[in-house]
């Protein structure tokens, strides 16, 4: 079949994304095609329009790993779904039968894609993914609202859970608190039982982050970092840091972060390298984790926590699909807090 879609031919700036008609393959066996309704921003998109070695793509490509739709089509034995159902989907893609998938562990696959990024993604009227890329999510839950939740929670829950180990009674850093993984992770902090501390660069981000549930905001860019979390946290320090930022504020991090406490990294906006003093590491026994993704499984058991409400995206803004440059310039721009959404007609 045909359908609309935003495509890019050549890696760049935001101008490289245009509106083309594209041939949709008929889902295949055990696959499903979804209506596309909403799809949300993540950097990602920025890396892959941008371009690297690390990104293989087939053009035209379609950018978009957070998306939300009702399915309207079933390939060849196809489970677990109705045409008609509302439904988020799941930004991970693997082979299901490797032993991390088996295992639960999924994003360790070593045939692992995501949506958008080594593979097609949302930014169309139309999708085809496997039928365990799909979840539920009721009649309550907007599109523009799920379409905000997968990739960033999905992120959040293992950084915080299954890396951090964040629970009750312990203060944990959160970086970049307008970002969207950072969003989630001040909410899930704070249902955890911690006490956060988030950063920012921008004094507008304060207030939002608190409503959020920060318990205090550093603006990094009219204090010292280092000086404001001794002062917060005292001799003990931090016990777990969330971070994506990289560069010089992950290497301030591993100073900032408590005796035997733990470093979890997913990313690095700010720069890929970093100089670390090693004995703040096996001096201090500071534990240092990388995070990729999350699991199926760890966006499942999030699920009912976000169409209950206690876990939401805050959504910056909402745009047509077909406005996506700008939705791209604004999200480089740093000029949003939380999620960037395209409605799709």
């Not at 799909?134 to 839950?141: C, E, K, N, T, V």
């Amino acid at each position: 079949m045909q359908t609309e879609a935003m495509v890019l031919s050549r890696h760049g700036g935001p101008e490289v994304l245009e509106r083309r008609t594209i041939e949709l393959a008929d889902p295949g066996a055990r696959e499903v095609r979804v209506r596309v309704h909403a799809v949300a921003l993540n950097h990602l998109d920025l890396w892959v329009r941008r371009g690297g070695p690390a990104f293989k793509l087939a053009y035209p490509h379609r950018l978009g790993s957070d998306v939300a739709g009702v399915v309207d089509a079933l390939g060849p034995g196809a489970r677990g779904v109705a045409v008609g159902d509302r439904v988020m989907l799941q930004p991970g893609v693997s082979c299901g039968v490797c032993r991390a998938c088996v295992a639960g562990r999924d994003n360790l696959c070593k045939s692992y894609k995501i949506l958008g990024e080594n593979t097609q993604g949302g930014y169309a009227r139309h999708v085809v993914v496997p039928d365990a890329n799909l979840l539920p999510i009721g009649a309550s839950l907007s599109f523009e609202s799920a379409a905000a939740l997968p990739l960033c929670t999905q992120t959040a829950w293992q950084m915080v859970f299954r890396k951090g180990g964040v629970r009750a009674g312990q203060t944990v850093v959160v970086h970049a608190a307008g970002s969207g993984v950072s969003t989630m992770a001040i909410q899930m902090c704070k249902l955890a039982g911690a006490r956060v501390v988030a950063t920012t660069t921008s004094p507008d981000k304060v207030d939002p982050a608190k409503k959020l549930g920060a318990d205090e905001v550093i603006v990094t860019s009219e204090v010292d970092y280092l000086a404001e979390i001794r002062r917060l946290c005292g001799r003990a320090g931090a016990d777990v840091i969330l971070d994506h930022v990289g560069g010089e504020l992950f290497q301030k991090a591993i100073s900032a972060v408590g005796w035997g406490g733990r470093v979890v990294t997913c990313g690095a906006t700010g720069g890929f390298a970093a100089t670390i003093d090693l004995r703040q590491v096996f001096f201090r026994q500071v534990e240092i984790l990388g995070s990729t993704m999350g699991s199926k499984g760890d966006l499942a058991e999030a699920l009912p926590m976000m169409i209950d409400g206690r876990l939401r995206a805050p959504i910056d803004r909402v745009l047509p699909l077909w406005s996506a440059r700008e939705a791209h310039e604004a999200l480089e721009g740093r000029k949003v807090f939380g999620k960037v959404v395209l409605a799709v007609d």
